[in-house]
């Protein structure tokens, strides 16, 4: 008899097998084996693996009569398989029943721990936190985290009935951003529910030998209560390893993804397209040859709303496909009919010229080969745009957010030029009859448009129209739980988007979806069109460079966050200026410019997405698109933003009012100007200094900035307004003060005018410069 004896890679499972007469039946013929034991099989089994059998025989008779057939080496081949297999079983089972050592207690009680901003309450049930300032925290010290494969995961029970963002570990003192985590939110709950935070996501901070001092931030407000109970430090249980390992399969998935479309970009196409025109009843697209072309086969085709522009289009029956002929010139030119109301000029329709397939994939349809970069509509029908009369020309213009903080008097008190609107998508328009909605044609289209939101807005519009004012409208779709579908009913929020964020990004994943954000734009452009619900710039979402807190669609990498962006981006204005043709766009930014170190996948380099949006232009079409940026001080606690630590350079770390010049001039280079080549319009569209009434020397200061602001942004010939953020102090915003009055009470419902008031007043005003006077010592001294 030959014995082999296999140990698998867990200490506690052997398993031994006897094979009689391998050794003979190796060198036998297969058809007359000499007889002889039988092969059994043996397992010598631990606690943890007690309901699996200790021993698997195989028959004698069944082997020997296999051995004396042709079926012989079959049989043996069978059987290498099948130990094989459990093998694996065993190996897989081992791990998952590992013996983890068991949950250690933290104690929250203790004085040992540190509080700041931070109340706590200790009972014999649980403790009660109540959060103090806009800083609430608590140290303390975990013990050693040895290496192990598994996660070392903080957990906690909780019940929070407010819910709190920002949830952030930081390792070791002296505390720094450096070493920081952040966590996933607590989510909002009337009882008590379980939350955890993934210590290891950066193992370098975790110590194997000894105590390591933590300290877990509870968001950024104050006057929090929520209750926490059984807190532990332990490794993570099955589903959370699960989850991880399904984590890391979409971060895979997502990095090709981007390197796909970071490649797209970079393509030598053999075609470009270089004209998409509407007219009355057609789509005229042109192009020319730039390369060798290796098939005569070619077709122009519309790429679908939810399509990546990487990713190769696939066509069936139902797709619009239109041979092109290349002539002797090496040009082309395709008139496909289509009249105003026809799904082939939808709002973010694009082309693109394939070489399709003769062959059918699995779903039935035909794979293509791109032999262009995709192409936007360049003109739209004059025929579709309302008659209007230019924008009035801006420069440097005085605005306000948060407009409906004010009376209309206010407004004309302080010469406003400029204003914005929030506008909040979601659930503004329905494809289907709900009630309070009214049935409208948009596009050709019966849809159901909800009637509240839609006449609030039309006075909020109304009154800044009333006085003259350039009225913005800022896009967002507010981050629900409720906006997350149930079905397969469409939604404008994005799926992935994490609850961290206060927006997401628009639902551009599936093509239902895509048609309902499509149709609300629609509804928008048609609507604000007009006189007095008149709409010229369009601000496409929030922040964008900080999309985790502000146009949320999970951890992505940046391609892929910009490509779901240009394409909204693009969709607003196909949709805006096809009604209105001096209706403008605007990508919105934070003051950082080079970030240090973005936490990864949730924050993007300005100064990368605006290079990417000209490279953008190059490849898929040059657009009006313009800048919508918040130049806040390099602290939004302190308003003297003359002393910024700011460099002179396009290097630069950020870019506030001290420092703006340089970005005015980046803007006037020939690459970065729109298709006629004028400068891009700029709108200042949120800032605003802090200052509280109780400080007599901040009041004072806040005056000053505001007087410096228009010294400063009257060098910049692209900036139309400074859009100052806000009237009225609010108590939602962490402590800060911005308002240029204070907070309301009921003997001032819209809060007492601060020094910053008449300041602001005074701009552009005969009493500016007697005024200004008294504040310009701040920043000239």
Same mark, same amino acid.
């Given at each position: 008899?030959?014995?082999?004896? /296999? ?47 200790? *021993?698997? !025989? ?6 020997? !009569? ?16 099948? +130990?094989?297999?459990?093998?694996? =079983?065993?190996?897989? #089972? ?6 983890? %050592? ?87 709950? &009337? ?110 085709? @519309? ?19 239109? $041979? ?13 009919? #289509? ?49 209007? %009369? ?15 903080? /004010? ?6 008190? /302080? ?17 289907? $009859?709900?009630?309070?909605?009214? $049935? ?8 159901? =448009? ?18 003259? /004012? ?28 994490? @609850? ?5 990004? %628009? ?16 509804? +928008? ?27 949320? *669609?999970?951890?992505?990498? *940046?391609? =892929? ?85 700011? &460099?002179?350079? *396009? ?23 729109? $298709? ?63 308002? +240029? ?29 007697? +005024? ?10």
């Amino acid at each position: 008899m030959t014995m082999i004896a /296999l140990r698998c890679t867990s200490n506690s499972i052997w398993c031994s097998i006897a094979l009689g007469c391998c050794g003979e039946l190796l060198q036998s013929s297969p058809t007359h084996p000499p007889g002889g034991a039988f092969p059994s099989f043996a397992i010598e089994s631990t606690p943890t693996l007690q309901c699996l059998p200790h *021993m698997i !025989s195989i028959n004698r008779s069944s082997v020997q !009569s296999a051995f004396r057939s042709d079926a012989a080496v079959r049989y043996v081949a069978l059987f290498l398989f099948f +130990l094989t297999w459990v093998i694996g =079983v065993f190996a897989t #089972a081992e791990a998952q029943n590992a013996v983890m %050592p068991p949950p250690q207690s933290i104690d929250w009680a203790s004085e040992a721990s540190k509080l700041h901003d931070l109340r706590r309450e200790v009972s014999d049930v649980a403790i009660t936190f109540v959060t103090t300032g806009n800083d609430p925290s608590i140290a303390f010290q975990i013990p050693a985290t040895p290496a192990n494969e598994r996660h070392w995961v903080l957990a906690m029970e909780v019940f929070c009935p407010q819910g709190i963002r920002e949830m952030e570990v930081f390792y070791q003192q002296p505390w720094s951003a450096q070493r920081r985590v952040d966590q996933p939110p607590i989510i909002r709950s &009337e009882g008590w529910t379980t939350y955890s935070c993934d210590l290891s996501r950066d193992k370098q901070f975790l110590r194997e030998d000894g105590p390591i001092w933590l300290r877990l931030d509870f968001g950024a407000a104050a006057n929090k209560r929520f209750q926490v109970r059984n807190v532990v430090l332990r490794l993570e249980n099955d589903f959370e390893l699960r989850t991880r390992q399904q984590k890391l399969e979409r971060i895979e998935s997502l990095q090709k993804l981007d390197s796909q479309i970071a490649s797209y970009y970079q393509t030598a196409f053999p075609i470009k397209i270089t004209q998409v025109t509407h007219d009355s009843d057609h789509i005229l697209i042109a192009g020319e040859s730039t390369g060798k072309l290796s098939t005569a086969n070619l077709s122009l085709i @519309p790429r679908n709303l939810s399509d990546i522009s990487a990713i190769a289009a696939r066509v069936d029956s139902q797709s619009a496909v239109h $041979p092109i002929r290349i002539n002797a010139e090496g040009t082309f030119e395709v008139r496909v009919p #289509a009249v105003s109301d026809s799904t082939l000029r939808a709002t973010g329709m694009r082309w693109q010229v394939v070489s399709i397939s003769n062959q059918l994939d699995s779903d039935g349809k035909r794979p293509t080969v791109p032999f262009s970069a995709v192409h936007h509509v360049d003109t739209f029908d004059v025929a579709e745009a309302n008659e209007l %009369p230019p924008t009035p020309a801006l420069r440097a213009a005085k605005g306000m957010t948060c407009l409906s903080e /004010l009376a209309p008097e206010h407004i004309r008190e /302080l010469g406003l030029k400029h204003g914005s609107v929030n506008i909040v998508l979601s659930g503004l328009v329905s494809i289907s $009859p709900r009630p309070g909605f009214l $049935p409208m044609e948009i596009r050709g289209r019966k849809r159901y =448009v909800n009637q509240g939101m839609m006449r609030q807005l039309d006075r909020r519009v109304q009154m800044g129209r009333d006085a003259g /004012l350039v009225m913005a409208g800022i896009l967002l779709i507010p981050n629900s739980r409720n906006g997350k579908r149930a079905d397969d009913s469409p939604t404008l929020q994005h799926p992935d988007a994490d @609850p961290a964020g206060a927006y997401t990004m %628009p639902n551009l994943v599936d093509q239902d979806s895509a048609e309902l954000y499509a149709a609300t734009l629609d509804f +928008l452009a048609e609507r604000y069109s007009r006189g007095n619900l008149r709409i010229d710039h369009w601000i496409v979402h929030n922040e964008i460079d900080a999309g985790w807190q502000w146009t949320n *669609m999970g951890e992505v990498p *940046m391609h =892929v966050y910009l490509d779901h962006y240009f394409r909204s981006l693009r969709m607003v204005d196909a949709a805006t200026r096809r009604i209105n043709p001096h209706a403008r766009s605007f990508i919105t930014l934070t003051h950082h410019w080079n970030l240090a170190d973005p936490p990864h996948w949730r924050w993007y380099a300005s100064k990368d997405i605006v290079e990417a949006l000209v490279r953008h232009g190059e490849v898929e079409g040059n657009f009006p698109w313009g800048l919508a940026h918040h130049p806040y001080p390099e602290s939004l606690w302190e308003s003297d933003t003359w002393n910024d630590n700011v &460099e002179f350079t *396009m290097d630069t770390a950020r870019f506030t009012l001290k420092n703006w010049k340089v970005l005015d001039d980046y803007l006037h280079t020939k690459r970065l100007r729109d $298709p006629k080549g004028n400068v891009r319009a700029v709108l200042l569209s949120e800032q605003g200094f802090h200052a509280s009434e109780a400080d007599t020397e901040a009041l004072d200061q806040q005056a000053a900035a505001v007087f410096y602001t228009f010294e400063k942004i009257r060098e910049c010939s692209s900036v139309l307004a400074f859009d100052y953020h806000r009237p009225v102090d609010s108590r939602g915003e962490g402590g800060l003060y911005l308002g +240029l009055r204070g907070l309301s009470s009921p003997e001032h419902p819209r809060g007492e005018a601060k020094p910053a008031w008449d300041a602001f007043k005074a701009i552009d005003t005969p009493s500016e410069s007697n +005024l200004r006077v008294r504040y310009e010592s701040h920043w000239k001294d």
